[in-house]
Structure formats: C-alpha cells, structure tokens
C-alpha cells in the first residue's frame, strides 16, 4: 500500500463462552468491533477465540473461519492442541491466517475470478493445490497430515489477484 499498512490492536476482550457458533462470533463482533472500511481505509477484523468451533467435529477441529467479507476469527485453543512436535503451534497459525485473509479477498472462487480453474469443489472454496495455502487442509486439524505446511498463496491464487488488480 502507498501509505503503508497499520496493525492496530484493540483491549483484550473476556468471554465465558466455550463453543462458537457463527452467529455467536457475529454477535460478539458487533459488541466490541468499533472500525471498519471508509474512504481509502480498508479494515480487517480478526478475532481470537478461546474455546472452539460449533463445527468440529469429533477429532476433527475447524481452526479459522472466515465469516463476513471483511471478518475472520482463529481459534486459539484449537490451533495449540493441533501443534505436533514437528509442527508447532505458530507455523499452523501463521498459515490460518493467510488462509482465512485469502477467503476475505475472494479467493477460489469466492467472488475474486478464478483464471483457471483450481477450486476443490468437494471441498468448497478452497484449492486443489496442497501446496497452496488456500487447500482446505490448512482451516483445519487436518493440518497436521500435511508434510511442508503451506502459508503462500499458488500461482492460480496469485494469477487471481493479479487480474483483479493486486500486486
């Protein structure tokens, strides 16, 4: 960005909650979010999360969730307990968050045109390319099967923005 970018971090906010449904974090977003998108500023809200998603299911943990255009949360206590001896807890947050930042600026198929086809349909918006980190692995406890752990957009993610106007 021309002007730079700026990393501003709010209070930490307290909640008994355990379990996050989407409209819970919805809900929770609109009581403590106080900046958004005007003029030339664009804002991304994040939000870590104790506890975790009302979508896991059995062993199988959602860690990040993109749920507006402008809004994505981590959950914190997932992304620990999915930490292995070779994959630390910080490498798997690193990669959620590109992730879910990814599916903020539309990517595979999420409202940014694909210029080729690289969705994994049977996974939803996501890659086909596990070496991109926008594969479905990387949102969730599944993570940890992967090999080299991906916090890079691939060459067709790339290709998208570009023909949407990025850098």
């Not at 403590?32 to 664009?42: K, L, M, V, W, Y």
Request: proline share 2%.
């Amino acid at each position: 960005k021309p002007v730079g970018i700026v990393v501003a971090l709010d209070e930490s906010l307290s909640s008994s909650q355990t379990t996050w449904s989407q409209a819970d974090i919805v809900a929770f977003e609109a009581a403590h979010r106080d900046r958004f998108s005007q003029g030339t500023e664009a804002v991304l809200y994040v939000l870590y999360l104790n506890g975790a998603s009302d979508q896991d299911s059995g062993s199988a943990r959602v860690l990040g969730l993109s749920y507006s255009g402008s809004s994505f949360c981590i959950f914190k206590e997932s992304v620990d307990s999915s930490a292995t001896l070779a994959l630390t807890s910080r490498t798997i947050e690193e990669a959620v968050l590109v992730h879910e930042a990814g599916h903020n600026l539309g990517l595979v198929n999420n409202g940014t045109p694909m210029q080729t086809p690289h969705q994994d349909t049977a996974n939803g918006k996501h890659d086909t390319d596990s070496s991109c980190v926008m594969h479905h692995t990387i949102e969730s406890s599944l993570i940890s099967q992967l090999l080299g752990v991906p916090n890079q957009f691939g060459a067709n993610c790339v290709a998208d923005l570009q023909a949407a106007g990025g850098q």
